[in-house]
T-cell receptor, first 108, second 120 residues
């Protein structure tokens, strides 16, 4: 089935630095969803992007959907220790396949 | 709203034991639920799609006789790990999406808290 590739696998930043994770698909996606999983927790839905070129913001988080609807990114401005966790993207399948995730650690 | 409850949260048992994990949608109906397995520091691996009133759809490489799935109602799906062995130890997590006209395909997934299974 269709897969979404996600990079980087890990990212370690100093508190206050920015962070970006990217997802890419070989085929056009009708939408893409982003989730955050804190250590020891379960994934929590963050946002869904549907339109070509769409940009959505949630405080310090900015989500983008590519013009071709094949890629997406999540950018965090001025990271905080509360941002620690793994960020997953997921394509719109009936079977909900997730990207590999980017594990973010933040050094205070 | 859209709360998914998963029970138990932690299981430790002897090899050869069968373990049942329940996944409930508390405030919404879910004709489709998903079961995942997650190894430490890895992504969620979809095991199967649970369909209310019909057989589950298993992913390639997942033994359906090993991982029995039952979705007998619109709010409950169960995963039974039969004759569990140490290699079955993992974090199992379920998810569900709200049933809307047009299906659940584009709906956000709501996850249970997961079950940590340890087989001795």
């Amino acid at each position: 089935g269709q897969q979404v590739m996600q990079i980087p696998q890990y990212q370690h930043v100093q508190e206050g630095e920015d962070f970006t994770t990217y997802c890419n698909s070989s085929t056009t996606l009708s939408n893409i969803q982003w989730y955050k999983q804190r250590p020891g927790g379960h994934p929590v839905f963050l946002i869904q992007l549907v339109k070509s070129g769409e940009v959505k913001k949630q405080k310090r988080l900015t989500f983008q959907f590519g013009e071709a609807k094949k890629n997406s990114s999540l950018h965090i401005t001025a990271t905080q220790t509360t941002d620690v966790g793994t960020y997953f993207c997921a394509g719109p399948h009936n079977d909900m396949r997730f990207g590999a995730g980017t594990r973010l650690t933040v050094k205070p | 709203g859209a709360v998914v409850s998963q029970h138990p949260s932690w299981v430790i048992c002897k090899s050869g034991t069968s373990v049942k994990i329940e996944c409930r949608s508390l405030d919404f109906q879910a004709t489709t639920m998903f079961w995942y397995r997650q190894f430490p520091k890895q992504s969620l691996m979809l095991m199967a799609t649970s369909n209310e009133g019909s057989k589950a759809t298993y992913e390639q490489g997942v033994e359906k006789d090993k991982f029995l799935i039952n979705h007998a109602s619109l709010t409950l799906s169960t995963l039974t790990v039969t004759s569990a062995h140490p290699e079955d130890s993992s974090f199992y997590i379920c998810s569900a999406a709200l049933d809307v006209m047009g299906g659940t395909r584009d709906q956000p997934q709501h996850f249970g808290d997961g079950t940590r299974l340890s087989i001795l």
